[in-house]
């Protein structure tokens, strides 16, 4: 909403130098310079508050990744390893809006195999299976854009977006199209020929099996319990009777 406010209060206009995504900063500039301070302050605890959120959550998926067998300062040493690529990236994008592009690019290359976990048809979907859809996706956007543009530089740097979101051809739409049929093909690929080694080796296929304890069946709603609850509920109806 930055933009048409700054258009209604007069700060700027199409035919300004100032681009549409810094209209923000022209209503700020018009106003005391402790309008100024404050919200840098409030932006920075905005920013800290997110990378706070981000950095916990690639900790905890990392630890689970390694089933919890991993010291846990190996874990946070990868968390900062894995910081490095991404600020380097953050350096090199000319705004915010090429970041936040990148990543959606990297959300439609990892979604598919993430949700492809919470179907129970296919729980024969190891996690490596899944990881290598991931990375599968993002390659997919590469060998689409070698094949659209017709050369590796120009082609593999579509990762990254650098014309941005409005260009004269299509190869954003493709590159958004790609990366998630890409993620699926590489994870059923590689989900087959796991389980084609493995079957040749004559070892134990594997199957994900809900723990032990657990009711099966699934309420009208969908959600399911466990016999705990369900003696517990029974529990509470005779009291209720009697």
């Not at 930055?2 to 018009?30: C, H, K, R, Y």
């Not at 705004?95 to 976990?117: E, F, N, R, S």
Request: proline share 4%.
């Amino acid at each position: 909403m930055a933009g048409p406010l700054a258009a209604w209060a007069g700060t700027w206009t199409p035919d300004s130098d100032v681009p549409g995504s810094s209209a923000l900063f022209t209503i700020i500039a018009s106003l005391p310079g402790w309008v100024s301070g404050l919200t840098l302050v409030l932006t920075t605890s905005l920013s800290c508050c997110a990378i706070d959120t981000c950095q916990t959550a690639m900790f905890a998926s990392l630890y689970d990744l390694v089933e919890q067998k991993v010291n846990i300062w190996v874990v946070r040493a990868a968390v900062v390893v894995l910081n490095v690529p991404v600020i380097v990236l953050a350096m090199q994008a000319p705004d915010i809006l090429q970041v936040y592009l990148l990543a959606d690019m990297l959300a439609c290359a990892t979604i598919l195999p993430v949700l492809c976990g919470l179907s129970a048809r296919l729980n024969f979907i190891h996690w490596i299976d899944a990881l290598v859809g991931c990375f599968g996706g993002i390659i997919s956007v590469g060998v689409f854009g070698q094949v659209y543009l017709g050369n590796r530089h120009d082609g593999w740097r579509l990762l990254l977006l650098d014309g941005g979101l409005y260009v004269d051809d299509e190869r954003v739409l493709g590159a958004f199209c790609f990366a998630p049929v890409g993620s699926l093909v590489f994870m059923f690929f590689f989900a087959g020929l796991r389980m084609g080694v493995t079957r040749l080796l004559d070892r134990r296929q594997y199957r994900y099996e809900l723990p032990a304890g657990t009711y099966s069946s699934t309420s009208n709603s969908g959600a399911s319990f466990s016999e705990n609850d369900l003696a517990l509920n029974a529990t509470n109806k005779q009291n209720t009777l009697a």
